[in-house]
T-cell receptor
Framework: GDSVTQMEGPVTLSEEAFLTINCTYT??????LFWYVQYPGEGLQLLLK???ADDKGSNKGFEATYRKETTSFHLEKGSVQVSDSAVYFC???????????WGAGTKLIIKP | KAGVTQTPRYLIKTRGQQVTLSCSPI?????VSWYQQTPGQGLQFLFE???????NKGNFPGRFSGRQFSNSRSEMNVSTLELGDSALYLC?????????????FGPGTRLTVL
């Protein structure tokens, strides 16, 4: 079945460091890919998405590129801030299976 | 534009009781999905409703049920509560049912079963 695998956390970085959170997927259809973020005590917010191969989603300095050849959608940010501390979830949907399929989540801790 | 609202935000119940959670989607959104979030199992899909019909169901026992009303508001019900039902229950709404469509989440209902 469809699945998402993302790197285990927590990931601890210093402020202004470069961030990469790896995400790979398995899907029978042609998926759309998402990154959601959950700040402490809050619900999930869409961070960015991409719906076809080679699309790049971007928001708030975060970027991810839909790579069909490597079935990946890695999240990157050039310079993280303390306010980026949160849990990040990679997810997918397909036209045959509209539900969001989730990765396990990666907790990101940014130290000043 | 108001976001997705969920009530109540917190609930404490005892084993064997039943509970009803409510979700009001963003105005104009017709699809409502429910997810369960726990530290052990992560985020898992419960079910999805569109135009008052259940379109998809996750791998949960029949104790978990839901419905959608004509105004797109949705409720989910859990009967005969078990300790393992303690979780954050998240509701998400979207305008339609396309794969690339964005699902917008509410703040969740934190259910604790004692």
């Amino acid at each position: 079945g469809d699945s998402v695998t993302q790197m285990e956390g927590p990931v601890t970085l210093s402020e202004e460091a470069f961030l990469t959170i790896n995400c790979t997927y398995t899907a029978t259809g042609y998926p759309s890919l998402f990154w959601y973020v959950q700040y402490p005590g809050e619900g999930l917010q869409l961070l960015l998405k991409a719906t076809k191969a080679d699309d790049k989603g971007s928001n708030k300095g975060f970027e991810a590129t839909y790579r069909k050849e490597t079935t990946s959608f890695h999240l990157e940010k050039g310079s993280v801030q303390v306010s980026d501390s949160a849990v990040y979830f990679c997810a997918l949907t397909t036209d045959s299976n509209y539900q969001l399929i989730w990765g396990a989540g990666t907790k990101l801790i940014i130290k000043p | 534009k108001a976001g997705v609202t969920q009530t109540p935000r917190y609930l404490i119940k005892t084993r064997g009781q039943q509970v009803t959670l409510s979700c009001s989607p963003i105005s104009g959104h017709r699809s409502v999905s429910w997810y369960q979030q726990t530290p052990g199992q992560g985020l898992q899909f419960l079910f999805e409703y569109f135009s008052e019909t259940q379109r998809n169901k996750g791998n949960f026992p029949g104790r978990f049920s839901g419905r959608q009303f004509s105004n797109s508001r949705s409720e989910m019900n859990v009967s005969t509560l078990e300790l393992g039902d303690s979780a954050l229950y998240l509701c998400a709404s979207s305008r339609g049912r396309t794969s690339g469509g964005t699902q917008y989440f509410g703040p969740g209902t934190r259910l604790t079963v004692l």
